[in-house]
């Protein structure tokens, strides 16, 4: 599991309470500060759903899925404390080879693409029956097979497999660009909280 969290860099909240000074409460700066918390956030959980179907070879819409919904950052209400800090959670293995537009070759073989570069598995098939007469099997979506040497059998008395990449979301999050948009997105927190403090005091 995999957590990319995005939080003021305030340990001793000295500027926490420099705002709640200027805008008069505590309640008003846990506002301010969610507010821009959860828009950089936002910003954050596009940038990484913009940037991972690149640098893994995935579809967008199968990164959303991973990611899920965010935790966003809450002022605090009703006896509960706040939650200051936007937190994206994602988890899983490696990625099944038929998320990355995996083909079987004619002549035989399986040809996918993690991370955008071409892997071919010669071993590997996705359809059943004989050559050249292969048909679809979709109670298997797609999923790519291979014999298996060792180990334990996937299911049944059947000696296949299914064949996976090394592509894992959680690690993927958390270096390349997706790691470069988390240091981007954090840098400008703190001009996002003066944003909404200036913004507030501006409507008084």
């Given at each position: 599991?995999?957590?990319?969290?995005?939080?003021?860099?305030?340990?001793?909240?000295?500027?926490?309470?420099?705002?709640?000074?200027?805008?008069?409460?505590?309640?008003?700066?846990?506002?301010?500060?969610?507010?821009?918390?959860?828009?950089?956030?936002?910003?954050?959980?596009?940038?990484?759903?913009?940037?991972?179907?690149?640098?893994?070879?995935?579809?967008?819409?199968?990164i959303k899925k991973a990611l899920g919904k965010a935790k966003r950052a809450y002022a605090s209400h009703n006896g509960?404390?706040?939650?200051?800090?936007?937190?994206?959670?994602?988890?899983?293995?490696?990625?099944?080879?038929?998320?990355?537009?995996?083909?079987?070759?004619?002549?035989?073989?399986?040809?996918?693409?993690?991370?955008?570069?071409?892997?071919?598995?010669?071993?590997?098939?996705?359809?059943?029956?004989?050559?050249?007469?292969?048909?679809?099997?979709?109670?298997?979506?797609?999923?790519?097979?291979?014999?298996?040497?060792?180990?334990?059998?996937?299911?049944?008395?059947?000696?296949?497999?299914?064949?996976?990449?090394?592509?894992?979301?959680?690690?993927?999050?958390?270096?390349?660009?997706?790691?470069?948009?988390?240091?981007?997105?954090?840098?400008?927190?703190?001009?996002?909280?003066?944003?909404?403090?200036?913004?507030?005091?501006?409507?008084?």
């Open positions: 599991m995999a957590h990319i969290k995005l939080s003021i860099d305030d340990n001793k909240l000295t500027e926490f309470w420099k705002v709640a000074e200027r805008l008069g409460s505590k309640a008003e700066a846990e506002r301010a500060y969610r507010a821009a918390i959860n828009r950089t956030g936002t910003r954050l959980r596009n940038a990484v759903i913009k940037t991972l179907p690149k640098q893994t070879g995935l579809e967008k819409k199968t509960k404390s706040a939650r200051l800090e936007y937190t994206l959670i994602t988890n899983g293995g490696y990625i099944s080879l038929r998320h990355f537009k995996a083909k079987e070759y004619k002549w035989g073989g399986v040809g996918a693409k993690p991370r955008g570069r071409l892997e071919k598995h010669p071993q590997a098939w996705i359809k059943g029956g004989r050559f050249p007469n292969r048909k679809d099997m979709p109670q298997f979506k797609g999923a790519v097979f291979q014999a298996r040497t060792s180990g334990k059998r996937w299911w049944g008395h059947s000696g296949f497999r299914k064949v996976r990449s090394d592509v894992r979301i959680p690690e993927e999050m958390t270096i390349g660009e997706s790691a470069k948009a988390f240091e981007r997105e954090s840098s400008s927190l703190k001009r996002e909280v003066e944003f909404e403090v200036r913004k507030r005091l501006l409507k008084r």
